[in-house]
């Protein structure tokens, strides 16, 4: 198994940017995807989850309404759309996928800074 993220960078308040993760070694279409971050000292946070099918989709109330997530079966891999970032949106952003306690899988991590 294997989810490797891509398109952080660099980016000043109020500006946006897209994620990419692109999966492989499993049946993408069959799990939920997840994205999750941890900005410097503190703990890796949830952001946002997408059902297997799209058809559910939840976020943290801290990127409610800023953030969309979103996956393409067909290609392996799962986006997040960042609108209106702001600096305490700066943090490394992981994809992630799990099936029990023996199977949970992270990326090395893309990281977002949001500086002005």
């Known amino acids: 198994v294997q989810v490797v993220e891509s398109g952080g960078g660099l980016v000043q308040p109020g500006g946006s940017l897209r994620l990419s993760c692109a999966a492989s070694?499993?049946?993408?279409?069959?799990?939920?995807m997840r994205w999750y971050r941890q900005a410097p000292e503190k703990e890796r946070e949830w952001v946002a989850s997408?059902?297997?099918?799209?058809?559910?989709?939840e976020y943290a109330d801290s990127v409610q309404g800023r953030f969309t997530i979103s996956r393409d079966n067909g290609k392996n891999t799962v986006a997040l759309q960042m609108n209106n970032l702001k600096p305490e949106d700066t943090a490394v952003y992981y994809c992630?996928?799990?099936?029990?306690?023996?199977?949970?899988?992270w990326g090395q991590g893309t990281q977002v800074t949001v500086s002005s």
């Open positions: 997408i059902s297997s099918g799209s058809n559910s989709a």
């Open positions: 992630n996928v799990w099936w029990s306690s023996s199977a949970n899988y």
């Open positions: 070694g499993f049946t993408f279409s069959s799990y939920n």
